[in-house]
């Protein structure tokens, strides 16, 4: 019985159960009108009337109440089947809030049947799907906020590529990054294409239909794209597509561009930089030697084009910068550089290689006289002093000229034959221009052949020393020896100091053989101390190069206490310069050693331009007249009068006057008349060496008078 209810619907239930309250009470009804009519028949009809009453009411109270309790038992049936499944599944669909993600918990169906049950069960399923939609509605919210705050976050521009439809989309930021509103750009791909620089359509458009075409996993490239006010942007394009499972085209293709401006802004000045001098801002080597090579090329390709290198050196630059600072060194190398450039045409390049070196390149020139007039009117504009605190500097270049021609094979070849012309023209005397010729190149090789022995004579002890007396003008008597180097070359025999000192100077071995004379003047003049000739003061020549060492004076302090000679004993003769009167470092040393008694005396006087206030204000004992005004004296009147004029000068300022080069007695009366203080020359005496001038002083004494004549 009970399977055959379980096996009912509730529909079916309720009719059974209806069908039952009905009928029970026409059963109790029919059965109590049979009874009814059984007594009647066996008690007689008299009682039957009083037996229907009584008995009616009995059943009438029996018919209702089991009439109420079928009913109750209904009810109760209906309502935990039916009616409260349903008022749960209303209440709860009241209290479901999806949007704020209030989901009612699932209805118990463990007492239910059949159609409440499927109700029930198909609630809760439905309750169950739609927390489920929720929940992947909110995390494609999630995904789809997290993938917008990174788009916002990266900067970046999105489009997305409908290929079948060539539909493209543009995010805000792509337009925006553009100068573009939202309705300003139309979902079409020619409104990027149009706006892509030019030079960059083909290579962007190459990229693409190879990333489409399936020959790279992703799409990159960099390109400029124009902006709303009219310039140009970088960008760098970035994508992946899509293709077709069955037939393998590209159905849709999407990325992102990057603004890049300032990371290729950042690029070229860092290429600029490299390309670059960063005081002048002029081409450095490297990009004149591109520059060069290209003008190289055309001259091969071309029979009317001509072009020339002009390479420029700066003369005694280096002095000025070490004596009076990298500041006025750097004032002056970039006023040169604006002197350069307007001394040339738009067409030429000037660079500079680094140090006081330049070099240019004169294209589309007639031929050499054109460099010639450009070389000439470079020179005449650097020779207008320039104005720096307190003075006015002078400095003059010199200058290699080369054509470029087809017999060169690159740019190396030309700015080795432009340096060798522009060596040959310091070497001829500096402010000046010289024109390659082969010649030059001979003499470049042997001038680096000539340093390479230089170095190898230091190394073997070539050097020599020899000592030429200076004598008193008024007595004859020996108060000072010079000490003079030579080398005493192998094959080429005693060379004198002129033919190698310049070169010792550019290789950076003056410092070296200054320090090696030093010691073995010092040497030397020990010697005479110790054979009774203390009177002597040895005079020793150091280059400008020292004298701006800041070590300076513990060199000298040091040598004199190896050798145990009191400072008094020697003498400092320091070519003339304009280091000598502006250099912080340089006055500094003068200072320090007169100080501690060693006399300073100026050589080649008169040869570099310079004020008396200038010299006035330095220790300097004394100066010695450059050879070149004394070599024609008395005849040459200019030399007289320039002699006389120094000697005066100094007199002036309480120094004494040397004169060396002295060879004939006409010299010696003119000089002596004008009261020169000491004398020097072969006149005299000749440099000699070591032994012989000792022995000269111990045989004949400190009185050149009783030396033997020199024939």
């Known amino acids: 019985m009970k399977k055959f209810m379980r096996r009912l619907n509730l529909s079916k239930k309720f009719f059974i159960f209806s069908g039952v309250a009905i009928m029970l009470p026409i059963i109790l009804i029919a059965a109590s009108a049979y009874w009814f009519v059984k007594i009647g028949v066996s008690n007689g009809l008299e009682n039957l009337n009083q037996s229907i009453t009584s008995t009616m009411g009995l059943i009438l109270i029996l018919i209702c109440l089991v009439s109420l309790s079928l009913v109750g038992l209904i009810l109760i049936y209906i309502n935990r089947q039916l009616i409260s499944p349903t008022q749960k599944i209303v209440s709860n669909l009241k209290a479901l809030d999806v949007e704020n993600e209030v989901f009612p918990e699932p209805i118990d169906d463990s007492s239910l049947n059949n159609e409440a049950k499927d109700l029930v069960v198909g609630f809760n399923e439905f309750i169950k799907l739609l927390k489920q939609k929720n929940n992947r509605e909110k995390a494609l919210r999630q995904s789809e906020e997290r993938y917008s705050l990174a788009i916002q976050g990266a ?46 359509i083909t290579s962007l458009k190459a990229d693409i239909n190879a990333h489409l075409e399936g020959q790279t996993p992703h799409f990159e490239n960099e390109h400029r794209i124009r902006h709303a006010n009219g310039t140009y942007i970088w960008v760098s394009a970035r994508g992946v597509a899509t293709f077709d499972e069955e037939d393998g085209s590209a159905v849709r293709f999407a990325g992102s561009i990057s603004d890049i401006s300032e990371r290729k802004a950042y690029e070229a000045r860092l290429l600029h930089d490299a390309m670059h001098d960063p005081l002048t801002n002029l081409p450095n080597r490297a990009y004149f030697t591109q520059i060069l090579e290209n003008a190289l090329g055309r001259t091969q390709r071309r029979e009317d084009y001509h072009a020339a290198v002009l390479y420029l050196d700066l003369d005694r630059f280096k002095i000025i910068n070490d004596s009076l600072g990298h500041q006025v ?18 067409m030429d390049t000037v660079s500079r290689f680094g140090g006081d070196e330049f070099a240019i390149i004169l294209e589309e020139i007639n031929g050499l006289q054109d460099a010639i007039h450009i070389a000439r009117r470079i020179l005449q504009e650097l020779m207008q002093p320039i104005h720096i605190p307190n003075q006015d500097l002078v400095c003059n270049t010199s200058i290699g000229i080369v054509l470029i021609t087809r017999g060169y094979q690159d740019a190396e070849e030309i700015l080795r034959d432009a340096d060798t012309a522009m060596y040959q023209a310091k070497a001829n005397g500096r402010g000046r221009f010289e024109i390659f010729d082969k010649d030059m190149h001979a003499y470049t090789l042997n001038k680096l052949r000539l340093e390479n022995e230089l170095r190898q004579a230091m190394h073997n002890k070539e050097f020599k020393v020899f000592y030429q007396p200076i004598v008193d003008a008024k007595n004859g008597n020996i108060l000072f020896v010079e000490a003079l180097l030579r080398w005493q070359h192998p094959q080429k ?22 320090k090696w004379v030093l010691n073995a003047a010092c040497a030397e ?7 009774g000739f203390e009177q002597l003061i040895i005079s020793v020549n150091i280059s400008p190069t020292l004298l701006i060492n800041p070590e300076l004076g513990d060199l000298i302090r040091g040598t004199l206490s190896d050798y145990n000679l009191p400072p008094e004993a020697l003498q400092l003769e320091i070519t003339e310069n304009i280091g000598v009167y502006n250099s912080g470092i340089a006055i500094q040393n003068l200072f320090e050693l007169t100080s501690i008694g060693v006399k300073i005396c100026l050589d080649d006087y008169g040869l570099v331009a310079s004020s008396l206030e200038q010299l006035k204000r330095l220790p300097i004992y004394g100066l010695k007249i450059a050879q070149s005004f004394v070599k024609d004296l008395p005849v040459n009147n200019d030399d007289a009068a320039i002699s006389k004029a120094i000697i005066a000068i100094a007199h002036i300022l309480g120094m004494q006057v040397f004169a060396a080069g002295i060879e004939n007695q006409q010299q010696l ?20 060496h070591r032994s012989e001038f000792l022995n000269n002083l111990i045989g004949y004494g400190t009185n050149i008078k009783t030396w033997e004549p020199n024939e």
């Open 155 to 200: 900067n970046d521009g999105i489009w997305d590529w409908e290929l079948k439809k060539n539909f493209c989309y543009f995010s805000q930021r792509w337009r925006y990054m553009l100068g573009y509103t939202q309705e300003s750009v139309h979902n079409t791909v020619s409104e990027w294409f149009t706006r892509v620089h030019p030079d960059d």
């Open 329 to 346: 060194g750097d004032k002056i190398l970039i006023e040169t550089t604006q002197r350069l450039r307007h001394c040339l045409r738009t």
């Open 493 to 514: 025999g005693l060379i004198p100091t002129d033919a190698f000192i310049p070169l010792a100077e550019e290789s950076g071995l003056i410092r070296a053989l200054n």
């Open 525 to 531: 003049a020990r010697q005479w101390f110790d054979n």
């Open 669 to 688: 009366n003119y000089l002596v008349e004008k009261e020169c203080n000491f004398l020097q020359g072969y006149f005299f005496a000749p440099p000699m």
